[in-house]
């Protein structure tokens, strides 16, 4: 299946899609850090890096799913939590927006766990009722990446959407809290000194391990106003964006609490206290080694590593997609396509569970076998507006003009074709259809029987 990666940074989310066995075909991130190491990484992937908001819906490739997780500094309880009132909170929304216009078959959505929070949960339950509007049946879960056999305590929360015309039920990957990978399996054999740096241009020259650099940076009052080593046979804080965030390697000793907002490292050992280096944090990450992050300034390499989601977890939740889909068969439908001339004929057809088209051969008529059932659906439209209906599956009657007009219509022909209406349409398939029959058959005046698979 193919996929489109928005919001792509490194590729953690599309690495972790590719080894389930996913094309991600294309991606968009108009930072320029991320460039080289990007298409160095996935050199099958054509990378877009114009800003998304300026994206038209031509410039995005078909496919079969979104994957991303939008900015999340806005949702973040470690930052101002300005949610929808940043401008990288609203790239959440033009997300949503891409989402309803292409109508993909599934979609991933993932982001920090403040949007979960009392500030923003309305918000959050808002958007997801969009994504239910724009016809998909969305599931949302809290996650810790330490379940899927990542090194690492992170709560992220994932939003998969299925289209809902698509007939499946999917559930989240299991977690596995039977064994937890620790610090002393993810980096216990990285014994190389690591090149230190704080503010000077990169070396590009290697030792043994790739990206083996670390930042050395003072430790200002909020770095040690708590604990930051995990022991080896622990596994690691969360990964940050920030290098001076960065937790410390396992070979100190945990700090020594002094009180409340200060704590310090141990005396005697504060040679041991450095912080983990990019590559080390990219273990932790569960990126493979051969994976290389390609900066001029060792931050640069800390953001790439602490934004990306861990390539095991987006497999997990590739995989879980996946199995959904291989387990599912598109099934036939056929949908008539047609006009109503205003809102009191199809107020009436609504009333009287019908609808009716011309029979026979002149402009504007349809001609339909004797025998045959009803379409499954009536997509009616109307300068711009439209309604999607169910019939019931039953062979269509022929009748007379005097019969409508009993019923109260005014038809001007002879004979029609009566189509029986069962309901209207209230699973969220109108946006789909609307898409295709856009694309394949057009908004005809003369009615027409359009199939397709849902």
């Known amino acids: 299946m193919k996929v489109v990666s928005f919001f792509s940074g490194c590729g953690g989310l599309d690495l972790g899609f590719e080894q389930a066995g996913f094309e991600v075909v294309w991606a968009n991130d108009n930072d320029p850090a991320v460039k080289e190491t990007y298409l160095l990484n996935h050199p099958g992937t054509y990378l877009c890096q114009k800003d998304m908001r300026e994206l038209t819906m031509e410039e995005i490739p078909e496919c079969d799913g979104f994957i991303g997780g939008p900015p999340c500094q806005s949702w973040s309880e470690g930052g101002k ?6 401008e990288r909170g609203k790239m959440f929304l ?21 949007i979960l929070g009392d500030k923003h949960f309305q918000t ?20 810790n990446a330490m379940d899927y056999h990542v090194p690492q305590e992170r709560y992220r929360v994932f939003v998969i959407g299925i289209r809902s015309d698509i007939d499946v039920n999917y559930q989240f990957p299991e977690p596995d809290t039977s064994c937890f990978i620790t610090l002393r399996q993810a980096i216990g054999e990285i014994t190389e000194e690591p090149r230190k740096y704080i503010s000077e241009p990169v070396d590009a020259e290697y ?87 390609i900066y001029h300034d060792v931050s ?26 291989q387990s599912y068969s598109p099934k036939p439908y056929s949908v008539l396509v047609a006009t109503y001339r ?40 109307k300068k711009g507006s439209y309604i999607l209906l169910i019939l019931k599956e039953v062979e269509p009657r022929l009748v007379s003009s005097k019969y409508l007009e009993n019923l109260g219509f005014h038809p001007s022909g002879d004979q029609y074709w009566v189509f029986e209406v069962l309901d209207v349409e209230t699973e969220n398939r109108t946006e789909f259809i609307k898409k295709y029959v ?7 005046m003369k009615p027409y029987i359009l199939e397709l698979k849902l």
């Open 81 to 86: 939590q300005l949610g929808l009132d940043d």
């Open 94 to 114: 033009t997300y949503i927006d891409f989402i309803q216009s292409k109508q993909p078959k599934f979609f991933v959505i993932e982001n920090v766990k403040g």
């Open 124 to 143: 959050f339950m808002k958007m997801l009722d969009q994504l239910k509007n724009a016809g998909y049946v969305v599931h949302y879960q809290l996650m």
């Open 207 to 293: 030792g043994q391990w790739l990206n083996h650099d670390v930042y050395m940076g003072p430790f200002d009052d909020r770095y040690m106003a708590r604990n930051r080593v995990r022991g080896w046979d622990d596994v690691s804080y969360t990964m940050q964006a920030k290098a001076r965030n960065c937790p410390l390697h396992p070979q100190a000793p945990k700090m020594i609490y002094v009180s409340r907002d200060k704590q310090i490292f141990r005396p005697g050992y504060e040679h041991l206290y450095r912080r983990l280096s990019v590559r080390e944090c990219a273990r932790i990450q569960s990126f493979p080694d051969h994976f290389r992050f």
């Open 300 to 325: 640069d390499g800390y953001k790439m590593v602490g934004n990306a989601v861990p390539p095991r977890l987006g497999r997990a939740i590739a995989l879980s997609i996946k199995d959904v889909f």
């Open 342 to 381: 205003n809102d009191k004929q199809l107020r009436m057809s609504l009333e009287n569970k019908l609808y009716y088209v011309r029979a026979g051969l002149r402009p504007g008529a349809m001609q339909f076998s004797l025998g045959m059932k009803a379409p499954h659906y009536l997509f009616l439209h």
């Open 438 to 444: 856009s694309e394949h058959g057009g908004m005809k």
